[in-house]
């Protein structure tokens, strides 16, 4: 019974799972090449106004972008693209797909080694196969079924000085001292299945949270293994 609780409390972290969202994210129209283009400058109007805001002053979501597999996306993903880089868009999609696939090899390209390895330490898992599975299964409460994502929606963003990311960077530095680790960024995600029709954003009253951080020059998926 106490290895189940430890388990499950294990799976909100590796899945990162927010609960102050109850609403289901919805994603904005995009252009047929599944690209959405966007502009550097915006037009304010409103009563006697007619004012240029820079893309900088923009919040997160304001030029929000559709990748797809042109760019490398395992699925189709909408990120907005001041924030999120293509690179890290391709991790978030991986990552997000494998959990769906119970794809191992995708899961292992998503996650950095130490970071993935740090978890399967923590909940006592044998392989990634293992840990993958639990994930996967775990979701079917909400699903009703099996199911593959084939959409994932980047809904809010938190950089750095707002959010500690040690508990994070912790474990991939104590098996990695030299590991040079920058760029550390949160994103709140809805994931879509079912043709996106479905939520599961919608279903668990939830956001997935995914951390990706940039280590040694390239953007992963880390996890809490704190």
């Known amino acids: 019974m106490k290895n189940n609780l430890r388990k499950t409390s294990a799976l909100l972290a590796a899945l990162m799972l927010a609960v102050s969202c109850?609403?289901?994210?919805k994603k904005s129209s995009s252009s047929d090449s599944g690209t959405?283009?966007?502009?550097?400058?915006?037009?304010?109007?409103?009563?006697?106004?007619?004012?240029?805001i820079s893309d900088s002053d923009m919040?997160?979501?304001?030029?929000?972008?559709?990748?797809?597999?042109e760019e490398g996306c395992a699925i189709k993903t909408y990120v907005d693209s001041r924030y999120v880089?293509?690179?890290?868009?391709?991790?978030?999609?991986k990552f997000i797909a494998a959990?769906?696939?119970?794809?191992?090899?995708?899961?292992?390209?998503?996650v950095y080694p130490a970071s993935l390895k740090a978890m399967l330490n923590k909940l006592k898992f044998d392989t990634t196969k293992d840990y993958l599975s639990y994930l996967h299964d775990?979701?079917?409460q909400y699903t009703e079924g099996e199911y593959e994502f084939d959409y994932v929606n980047s809904e809010k963003y938190v950089g750095e000085g707002v959010y500690d990311y040690?508990?994070?960077?912790?474990p991939i530095l104590a098996a990695e001292p030299d590991a040079e680790i920058t760029n550390k960024k949160q994103l709140e995600v809805d994931a879509l299945f079912d043709h996106s029709n479905k939520s599961i954003h919608y279903r668990m009253?939830?956001?997935?949270?995914?951390?990706?951080?940039?280590?040694?020059?390239?953007?992963?998926?880390?996890?809490?293994?704190?």
Do not use: R
Request: aromatic share 6%; glycine share 10%.
């Open 85 to 93: 880089s293509v690179e890290e868009a391709v991790q978030l999609s």
């Open 22 to 25: 109850a609403s289901c994210g």
């Open 138 to 140: 775990s979701l079917l």
């Open 205 to 226: 009253g939830s956001y997935i949270i995914v951390n990706i951080l940039t280590i040694n020059g390239k953007p992963y998926v880390a996890l809490d293994a704190s």
């Open 36 to 52: 959405q283009k966007t502009s550097s400058k915006n037009m304010v109007e409103g009563p006697g106004s007619n004012v240029d």
């Open 166 to 170: 040690s508990p994070i960077t912790d």
């Open 59 to 69: 919040p997160y979501g304001a030029k929000m972008t559709e990748y797809g597999t």
């Open 99 to 110: 959990v769906g696939k119970n794809d191992v090899a995708m899961f292992e390209e998503a």
